[in-house]
């Protein structure tokens, strides 16, 4: 990136009467933001006198990101996963304020609903963005067009305009489907949410693994959830035991563990029986799977370690603006617990 130009010889620095920002930075040195942001955070591109310029005038007003190397790093997750992927969330933000500690960098959440994501201005304070389990376009686009560092955690974004950092979704949905194909079961539902790219990824997975085993994966066995919560996917399966008199399926196979525990809700009140009637399987391994009336199967995700990576990835980003997009994935395993076992004869 090309540096602005500016007068040669000692810069004028007058103290801002609030708080200093990187604008104020840059208005001082006579550079744009951008260059003004680079430079004290050690990006390449940047002439060693230039940066000395931009760190000295940042000394003089006594700018708080001066000697941090970044000003702060801020988390952005919807409102609506508080209700539905509290404890994952909960872990995943572990990791990134474990991996922001040992950086020496100040990490700030800010819940944000849809409303707010439309009135959402990127600030001059912040280095860099972590989207936790929320990609919207508006947001995506801004950040991309605006070249402000920016990581998708738990998502996936099918034009790669912004790096990413997910569990192997399709790696885990194909690791569930073929555990309950081993079991003998071949009438198996799905509990999906299409919305998401990295829940499409798991029922991709779920497809290729039945597939294989030469089972035909009907659209009559797929349920699609408004949101991935428990209540959902509870009245889900009862609506579809009442509606066709009978439990058409000998297991299901769920989007996350929340909907996993709305599921066996369900079918226990129904009268049936996980696993003697029905097998189960979640995906996630949150600590509560293992803590279930019926402990349960799920694939596990290394929750704080895609914290740790995605703020990794950020602080790449930021120091080198011009790296390509990447779309890193985390391994996954299946957990076995009583909520599976073979197909009843």
Do not use: W
Not at 56 to 85: C, F, K, P
Not at 248 to 265: P, R, Y
């Amino acid at each position: 990136m090309a540096e602005h130009d500016a007068p040669a010889g000692e810069d004028t620095v007058v103290a801002s009467p609030g708080r200093v920002t990187l604008r104020d930075i840059a208005d001082a040195v006579g550079v744009s933001i951008s260059t003004a942001s680079r430079a004290l955070n050690g990006a390449p591109g940047i002439s060693d006198a230039m940066r000395s310029r931009v760190q000295v005038a940042a000394e003089r007003l006594n700018y708080a990101g001066a000697s941090a190397g970044y000003s702060s790093i801020t988390v952005l997750y919807d409102v609506h996963l508080t209700e539905s992927g509290a404890e994952f969330m909960q872990a995943v933000q572990r990791g990134m304020e474990r991996k922001a500690r040992e950086l020496g960098i100040n990490l700030s959440m800010k819940l944000v609903g849809p409303s707010g994501m439309a009135r959402l201005t990127p600030d001059d304070e912040t280095a860099g963005y972590l989207l936790l389990s929320m990609q919207p376009e508006a947001l995506i686009q801004l950040l991309s067009e605006r070249a402000i560092p920016a990581v998708i955690v738990n998502g996936r974004e099918p034009l790669m305009r912004l790096d990413a950092v997910a569990p192997a979704n399709r790696t885990g949905g194909y690791l569930a489907a073929c555990h309950l194909l081993e079991l003998g079961h071949r009438k198996i539902l799905a509990l999906g949410h299409s919305p998401r790219p990295t829940i499409r990824d798991r029922m991709a997975g779920n497809r290729k693994a039945m597939q294989e085993a030469g089972v035909e994966a009907s659209a009559d066995l797929v349920i699609d959830l408004e949101a991935m919560r428990t209540n959902l996917a509870y009245h889900a399966i009862r609506q579809r035991l009442e509606s066709r008199g009978s439990c058409d399926f000998t297991a299901i196979l769920c989007c996350n563990d929340s909907c996993a525990f709305g599921a066996i809700a369900a079918l226990t009140e129904a009268g049936l029986s996980v696993p003697g009637d029905v097998s189960v399987v979640g995906f996630d391994d949150i600590p509560t799977a293992a803590l279930n009336s019926v402990t349960l199967t799920t694939i596990r995700v290394e929750t704080e370690d895609i914290g740790a990576r995605s703020v990794n990835r950020l602080i790449e980003r930021i120091r080198s603006q011009d790296q390509l997009v990447t779309y890193t994935e985390t391994a996954v395993k299946l957990v076995v617990r009583d909520s599976t076992g073979p197909l009843k004869k």
